[in-house]
Every structure is written in structure tokens, then in C-alpha cells.
């Protein structure tokens, strides 16, 4: 059996009946979306998408930046005045 990862849970009979009352019952939190008591989809406010999605970003902008200064033992020092 999968872990449920979060605190409150539907069906997905319960998701397609009202999910704007599931989605108010749950205050905010997410919410496990149950296919034959098995997680088939995690619902979670736009909010905390958006949020995820930026962190996401950050994470993958970091990554680049850690790359990039791997790279500082092959780099050139130019002075901005020749260029």
C-alpha cells in the first residue's frame, strides 16, 4: 500500500461531486485524491503551485550557477578597459 501524503483525502467520486466544498474543507492543505483508496493525484491550493513552480526555478537557477562557477578555472581575465 502507497503512503498518503497528506492529512486529508477524497475520492474521486467526492472530487467530481463538489470540489469547491472539498477544496474549502480542506482549508488550504492538500489533498489526496483516493483511486480504490490508492493516491491517484495530490490537489493542492494555486497558491502552493505557484510557490513550488518558483522554487523549482530557484533550485534549477542555483544548479546553473554552481555549474558556471566550475567553469571560473577556464575563464579569461579581461580588463573592460581593452575591451
Do not use: F
Not at 482549508?27 to 497558491?47: S, T
Request: glycine share 2%.
Amino acid at each position: 500500500m502507497k503512503q498518503i501524503l497528506a492529512s486529508c483525502s477524497a475520492s474521486i467520486s467526492e472530487l467530481k461531486k463538489n470540489p469547491t466544498a472539498l477544496l474549502a474543507e480542506a482549508e488550504g492543505c492538500p489533498i489526496a485524491i483516493l483511486n480504490h483508496n490508492v493516491p491517484a493525484a495530490y490537489l493542492i491550493p494555486a497558491e502552493t503551485y505557484e510557490w513550488l513552480m518558483e522554487k523549482i526555478e530557484d533550485q534549477e537557477l542555483a544548479q546553473i550557477v554552481i555549474d558556471r562557477s566550475n567553469e571560473l578555472k577556464d575563464a579569461i581575465e579581461v580588463n573592460i578597459d581593452d575591451l
